[in-house]
């Protein structure tokens, strides 16, 4: 029985010894594998590092020129906004130019009087079509957002206080914003 014993002993000895030295060989193996592992996920970070920063800097270029394209866009804008009006104008300074020539040779005083009216009513149905409309100030109450007080005048009666009695020069306004005062008289 006793060398059953020591078989047995020898035997988890053995037993033993080879779990150690496999041990030993897996642990040198399985930190190596950790290590690559760690390395890889250390590249893979920096690969995902670079592409975002690749990314953001790409980001922040096109937006720079969506920024530079569309202050352009508005400088030109601004610079050629009044080139439609302008042109528009260009008739009626063709108008007034043969109005100019008219009352030269003109015998008719009457005549040339009905071509300026022509062309005034012209005047204000170009300026009408494009917003711009007078403030009206005949007979309306005195308003500091439409009118500027040039003067004051004694009322003639008790119901034109603090009305307008005269108007010298009209106001207008763009697209109801007041691109010049009307110019008043106000009862007083």
Known sequence: ?????????????????????????????????????????????????????????????????????????????????????????????????????AMDSAEDVAAVKEGVDLIYNKVISFLNSNGVKSIPTENEVFNVDMHEAVTTFPAPSEDMKGKIIDCTTKGYTLNDKVIRFAKVVVGE
Request: proline fraction near 2%; hydrophobic fraction near 30%.
């Open 1 to 101: 029985m006793k060398s059953k014993k020591k078989t047995n002993k020898e035997e988890i000895k053995e037993e033993v010894l080879q779990e150690e030295m496999i041990q030993e060989t897996e642990t040198p193996q399985t930190e190596e594998i950790e290590a690559k592992d760690k390395d890889e996920t250390t590249e893979d970070w920096q690969q995902k590092c670079h592409d975002l920063n690749d990314k953001n800097l790409r980001l922040m270029a096109e937006f720079d020129n969506y920024r530079k394209r569309t202050l352009k866009e508005k400088a030109d804008l601004i610079k050629n906004a009044g080139e439609r009006i302008f042109s528009d104008m260009l008739p009626l300074v063709d108008d007034f130019e043969r109005a100019l020539e």
